[in-house]
């Protein structure tokens, strides 16, 4: 896949709503990066660009030496929303879509997941809370041989020791070909599993090493991002 993700001048609007204006940054691959930035400034957009679920209006995303103009596609992998599964899904029938629809699935993995935290397989989908509908959503979306893990926001609303399997599952996904991106705004939860950190701002996005802000600012990640963004 190359040694970088290539962000060249990456452009979105909604209508009036300029929400990405030029972005154009490299990220280092076998990574796990953190996004972060404020409520509505772009960072579900720039998840979704790189999934192709949506499609920029100018510039482009390319992995490697291959650009994401479909080719690519199957090297990433976005975390659905538990909405996307039908109604009348188990979680059975939810691994098998994965399993029919998603290059690199490893179907084993998934069931040992769903094992593992106690999940029967014939549980209907629309009957699970919403807290395990999006845990289900995350052990399959991890149960992916991928290049490129997309992750928007994935523990928002678990107790603190569902946050810390999931960091735990996050470094187990990881070797030198892999990279995670999540986007949170759960800090002192992952700070700690990240290797670099993307802010994206209006202007002047920053892309750094959490090792370079700890040694170069004596800062913790959180505290140099409430710096940078202060004015925001």
């Not at 039908?86 to 998603?102: K, L, Q, T, V």
């Not at 750094?208 to 710096?227: A, H, P, W």
Request: aromatic content about 10%.
């Amino acid at each position: 896949m190359g040694n970088k993700i290539r962000i060249q001048g990456l452009y979105k609007s909604f209508g009036e709503n300029q929400v990405l204006n030029g972005l154009t940054v490299e990220l280092e691959t076998g990574r796990v990066i953190g996004l972060l930035g404020e409520n509505g400034i772009g960072k579900t957009t720039l998840l979704q660009l790189m999934a192709e679920i949506l499609h920029p209006d100018q510039g482009y995303i390319s992995y490697g030496n291959m650009e994401h103009n479909g080719t690519a596609k199957g090297c990433v992998s976005f975390l659905l929303e538990p909405e996307y599964f039908y109604s009348w899904m188990s979680i059975n029938d939810a691994i098998h879509f994965y399993r029919d629809n998603f290059k690199g699935f490893n179907e084993s993995k998934a069931k040992a997941y769903c094992n593992q935290f106690h999940f029967n397989l014939k549980d209907k989908i629309k009957k699970l809370s919403k807290g395990e509908k999006e845990k289900v959503s995350i052990l399959l979306n991890l149960s992916r041989n991928a290049c490129v893990y997309l992750l928007d926001e994935p523990a928002g609303g678990f107790d603190p020791k569902f946050k810390k399997e999931i960091m735990h599952l996050i470094l187990e996904t990881m070797d030198e070909n892999k990279t995670i991106i999540l986007s949170t705004h759960l800090l002192k939860d992952f700070e700690n599993v990240f290797d670099d950190v993307l802010i994206l701002r209006k202007d002047n996005s920053v892309y750094m090493t959490c090792e370079d802000i700890r040694q170069n600012f004596g800062k913790s990640v959180e505290d140099y991002y409430l710096e940078v963004t202060k004015n925001d």
